[in-house]
């Protein structure tokens, strides 16, 4: 009797130790969880943290804009909202032979095409006198825009002699050195106005589109039209992909 009890504290104390022990495991157990978890603040949630951390204003290629970006080239009404636009940086090659960085305003789903079409242009040598947003111009104002020989793209604005809105107003077009290359209204109206010299197309002066040439390849193999193609108006400088 006195060895069955001997054996029974035996036991105790055992079952004792090893519920100490193992109640020590699964205090450093749950301190080490807490130490992998952090403190969160109620009613956030990992997924809502790597939600915020994934999204960004800008996504893809080209920069965000705003209305106070786009200036004059944009007002309540358009059929795009600043959002629907991204600024886009490329390269060209000057009328000088330089390499010039230039910026053009485009609708956020042409941007990686409108990457990839200047990039394809400073590659074979094709020539842009220069790159600036409309907005840089008094009231956005086209007509000052094609004078100044500048390629550009968005405008909010209305296909002239019309109340449907251009290409440009969604930031689909793009005008390709606009005075080199103007267009021409079977009624006479001429834009820009100061174009007459270029109205002779048999010239070769470098910057000039005629059809066949490389550069209008370069965007009719990606599937935009070019206004040199149409019969009234004849647009040479215009390339578009509604």
Known sequence: MREAMGAM???TRRVVMQAGVLAGVLAVGLA??????????????????M??????P?????????AADLGAS??????????????????????DGNTHRG???VNRDLAPAVIEIFTELLRIGFPIEKMHTVERYPGADDELSMRDDNTSAFNCRAIPGSTRWSEHAFGR??????LLNPCIHAGGLLEPSTASAFLDRTRTDPGLLHRGDAAVRVFLERGWRWGGDWADPI???HFELP
């Open 58 to 66: 800008s996504s893809g290629p080209g920069e965000a804009v705003t």
């Open 235 to 237: 647009d040479y400088q």
């Open 173 to 178: 077009a793009i005008d390709i050195n606009p």
């Open 74 to 95: 944009w007002r309540p009404g358009c059929p795009v909202e600043p959002a629907q636009l991204r600024r886009v940086r490329v390269e060209f090659l000057g009328f």
């Open 51 to 56: 939600t915020s951390a994934s999204v960004t």
């Open 103 to 105: 910026e053009l305003i």
């Open 9 to 11: 504290r035996f036991v």
């Open 32 to 49: 080490a969880c807490h130490a992998a978890v952090p403190h969160r603040a109620p009613g956030h949630s990992p997924a809502a943290a």
